[in-house]
T-cell receptor, first 114, second 111 residues
Framework: DSGVTQTPKHLITATGQRVTLRCSPR?????VYWYQQSLDQGLQFLIQ???????AKGNILERFSAQQFPDLHSELNLSSLELGDSALYFC?????????????FGPGTRLLVL | GEDVEQSLFLSVREGDSSVINCTYT??????LYWYKQEPGAGLQLLTY?????DMKQDQRLTVLLNKKDKHLSLRIADTQTGDSAIYFC???????????FGQGTELSVKP
């Protein structure tokens, strides 16, 4: 158990809908990362937050947004869902968000868009 | 640019050594990691190496880094059936924590 929790574990929804994925980092970690794992794109970095502020952005679509709240939990919002958004979404956390720090991954949320 | 490549499959017999290879194109990758993903589970950090190191050993795991060829390998000694999983190498630059992952190597250990 990494100490990072993600809810829900599984999500099934329809195209055009909007969903919110939630992540709680390990106790004491200030930085949160979101990654998407799909069959065709592999594991891709989406976005990183540190202490409530966006720190780095990767291949995140405009239909997706995220935020980190004062209690340090984070939410990833996916809207106007398409079939291709079906994937495993991971959250990870680290202490300060710098390179060389260990990122601890949650178990992931499996999203299926029908 | 940023690119990390791995072979997709490796099959070994229990008790043998496994060697999983990875090449990366970004010479700015200062930190290189190996993660393990078991079916239905998240990513578990196995080990990492800084770019100023050539080798790191941690129990059954040995990481070798050839900076000239931008080649990273993970050797698992005395491979067990419980080692069957997908292994990802990943790189991170100095200025940020984001990880660039390879496609993953599926290791199958046969008894």
């Amino acid at each position: 158990d990494s100490g990072v929790t993600q809810t829900p574990k599984h999500l099934i929804t329809a195209t055009g809908q909007r969903v919110t994925l939630r992540c709680s980092p390990r106790s004491g970690d200030l930085s949160v990362y979101w990654y998407q794992q799909s069959l065709d794109q592999g594991l891709q970095f989406l976005i990183q937050y540190y202490n409530g502020e966006e720190r780095a952005k990767g291949n995140i679509l405009e239909r997706f947004s995220a935020q980190q709240f004062p209690d340090l939990h984070s939410e990833l919002n996916l809207s106007s869902l398409e079939l291709g958004d079906s994937a495993l979404y991971f959250c990870a956390s680290s202490v300060r968000g710098g390179a060389g720090e260990t990122q601890y991954f949650g178990p992931g949320t499996r999203l299926l868009v029908l | 640019g940023e690119d990390v490549e791995q072979s997709l499959f490796l099959s070994v017999r229990e008790g043998d050594s496994s060697v999983i290879n990875c090449t990366y194109t970004d010479s700015s990758s200062t930190y290189l990691y190996w993660y393990k993903q078991e079916p239905g589970a998240g990513l578990q950090l196995l080990t990492y190496i800084f770019s100023n190191m050539d080798m790191k050993q941690d129990q059954r795991l040995t990481v070798l880094l050839n900076k000239k060829d931008k080649h990273l390998s993970l050797r698992i000694a005395d491979t067990q059936t419980g080692d069957s999983a997908i292994y990802f190498c990943a790189g991170a630059r100095n200025q940020g924590g984001k990880l660039i992952f390879g496609q993953g190597t599926e290791l199958s250990v046969k008894p």
